[in-house]
């Protein structure tokens, strides 16, 4: 009977190097979707435990508070924040959307584990305590960081490193509005940032089986109860596209708002804490409805059960709120403030629709639509809005007007007032500014170990004349020579057998022989091709020996990589 071959977590390491190697990659995405699947349930399940035990008619039922207790409540969250983030160390304190590009963007994806317990902790307080903004955002942080971690306890490639955050963010997604498909393509436009055919799989199978994983606990219902809707007539056509324009302009109004209280708020953490629950409580007086997620709020804006006065306090309220409490730090998501106010938006215009006197389609249109609009424009990502949209609708009539209002609302954003995705906008406003150009999206996506010359020889600068016949006849392809700090450069064997036809010396230099040398530097073995591009950039040499931390200080190269080699295969 034939065996099976075996399987071993080396070769399984050696296989993720390459891109191309699909079955291991779809299982490293079922795995993400696992992982994010119970991290989000049980960080839901964390919130919505002691919301329901202050809150009468269920855990987002902010408005059944008295309006002492909700002035206090984002008040005393906000004073259980203070002390921990005062406590943390800068580099702790990182966390949200904008920490996961950082870590993807700077340091391959590997994401700390104390950053993600910082999310998970402080999301929980935060969004208990009712502060008006949205748990995806934290889910987004946790999902992304418990895949990294996966990658981070096996050893992986860095490449595989950054295909995990993606399907982490994707599970993430999917996992919050039960919408698995606009999971995947938020990953892909906001996060990871580009589509490929092999990047895909992964992160599908990620979404769908955090999906799941959810759908067993809360239900396969979406996030929102939205009526059946379609456009009645071509006579929506010029309202859907001033509210597309007009969401346009809010988006851009939120994103400006929000880059100008990052840029003022003060540098005490307390001081930002105590501001940030002291406008919230006081708007919640006001209007309660802009505690919390406020989906419950969403939910009778689409049925049309809030009235014109309702729907202007709010939306105006909600854009100054979260724009600025997420701005001066609240550990809450801002996907779902903008999902609020696009709803707001959209109702306001279903009411002015309907004084038309003409026959215009139902409010959950203008609803729906103004939630995909505002969460496209602020995020800059229309093709994610859209399949958001068609999820949550479960339409495919809908798949007109929401292309128009939300390409308007993207163009409004972004050509007329300059907005790109918030998240960008947010780490250049922090410092932590970076550009992926085509060229490192694309040796990202391969480890060193998938193109790196294993078949060489290591040996000392002198050689005696016996020694290089030897080592010559065990045909390497480069020969790794160690100086007086570790291998100091390299050399072509051919280089060494010619010298050797005629050579009669004793004792052979090898760095005094005729050949072409190419001085190296280490790099891990873990590393992708775009880092292996930027050491040999950085540090003037002209190959890079692969190296296998074995022990501390000590040197286990496993493979030779030159500049030529990463140029084939860019070409190739």
Known sequence: MKLLPRISIKS????????????????????????????????????????????????????????????????????????????????????????????????????????????????????????????EGPAIHLGAAGSSLIGHYMKLPNNSIRVLVGCGAAAAISASFNTPIAGVIFSMEVIIMEYTIAGFIPVILASVVAAVMTQLVFGSDTAFDVPSVSMASLLDVPILVVEGAFIGVIAALFVKLFLTTTRYAPEKIWMRFLIAGALTGTTAMLAPEILGIGYDTVNMALVGELGITLLLLVFVLKIIVSSTILALGMPVGIIGPTLFIGAMAGGIFALAAGNLGTNLSHDALYVTLGMGAMMGAVLQAPLAALMAVLELTNNPNIILPAMLVIIIANMTASQLYGVRSVFMMQMEAMGLEFRQNPISMALNRASVASIMIRNFRRVNRHLCNEDARTLILQKPVWILVDGDNGPSFILRAEDLENYLTDAEDDVIDLAAIPATRKDVTSILLQATLSEALETLNSSGVQALYVNRISAPMIDSPVGIVTRGDIETYYQS
């Open 12 to 135: 399984f390491r050696r296989s993720l190097a390459s891109f191309d190697s699909v079955p291991q990659f779809a299982l490293l995405g079922i795995a993400s979707g696992f992982v994010t699947g119970l991290v989000i349930i049980a960080f839901r399940l964390t919130i919505e435990w002691p919301l329901g035990l202050i809150l009468e008619d269920g855990p987002e039922s902010f408005e059944s508070l008295h309006p002492i207790l909700a002035f206090g409540l984002p008040i005393a969250g906000a004073l259980v924040l203070i002390p921990i983030f005062s406590f943390l160390a800068p580099a702790d304190s990182r966390i949200g959307v904008a920490h996961v590009l950082e870590r993807l963007g700077r340091h391959q994806g590997h994401m700390p584990l104390s950053n993600a317990l910082v999310q998970f902790v402080t999301g929980v307080i935060a969004l208990a305590s009712g502060q008006s903004g949205g748990r």
